[in-house]
């Protein structure tokens, strides 16, 4: 597995690096040498207890599947009502948009179409719905309703079979050459 940067995570922004992996490998880290550059930076290690702790404590990781479930539905939903093949697809926690080819639109210009239409609604994501523990209910509302009119473009875009009169024309042109 490549560089995921546990690290930065467990200790909430402050510099640490992770040493992770299998237990056979892990069993045999005493064999070798290997130095670390901060080994007696405690700070670090300071952020990283706190971190966890809260994490544990208060089922974070539990309360960001259960938004990303919210709105895994809602969004389903609202794709239902405007007739358009999309979900939010991906870990409950880390969920992104995720649409199929509409007659002859391709999904990356209604991916791209629908991410332009988030902003606008102040809704801002690259695809990607990254979800936070402080996010409350009325947050996750106005994601929804920003998605509910923002499909609504999309859906006027798949009626005129081409995304052309509704996304940004330096977007356009960057997809079409």
């Not at 402050?14 to 880290?29: D, F, I, N, Q, Y």
Request: glycine share 10%.
């Amino acid at each position: 597995m490549g560089n995921v940067g546990y690290g930065k995570s467990v200790a909430n922004g402050m510099p640490l690096s992770v040493l992770a992996g299998k237990t056979k490998w892990m069993e045999r880290l005493g064999l070798i040498n290997y130095g670390m550059t901060f080994e007696g930076e405690a700070v670090s290690i300071a952020a990283t207890e706190a971190t966890i702790s809260e994490i544990l404590e208060k089922d974070v990781c539990g309360a960001l599947a259960e938004k990303g479930r919210t709105l895994k539905r809602a969004y389903g939903d609202i794709a239902r009502t405007h007739n358009v093949n999309t979900a939010i697809a991906g870990p409950d926690a880390r969920p992104h948009l995720h649409f199929e080819d509409h007659g002859g639109i391709l999904e990356r210009e209604l991916r791209w179409l629908m991410i332009q239409e988030l902003a606008r609604e102040r809704v801002l994501s690259l695809g990607t719905l990254n979800l936070c523990y402080s996010h409350s209910r009325e947050d996750l509302d106005k994601v929804i309703m920003g998605c509910d009119r923002a499909m609504r473009v999309v859906r006027k875009a798949v009626d005129q079979g081409s995304v052309k009169a509704f996304l940004d024309s330096r977007v356009y042109r960057n997809m079409h050459g």
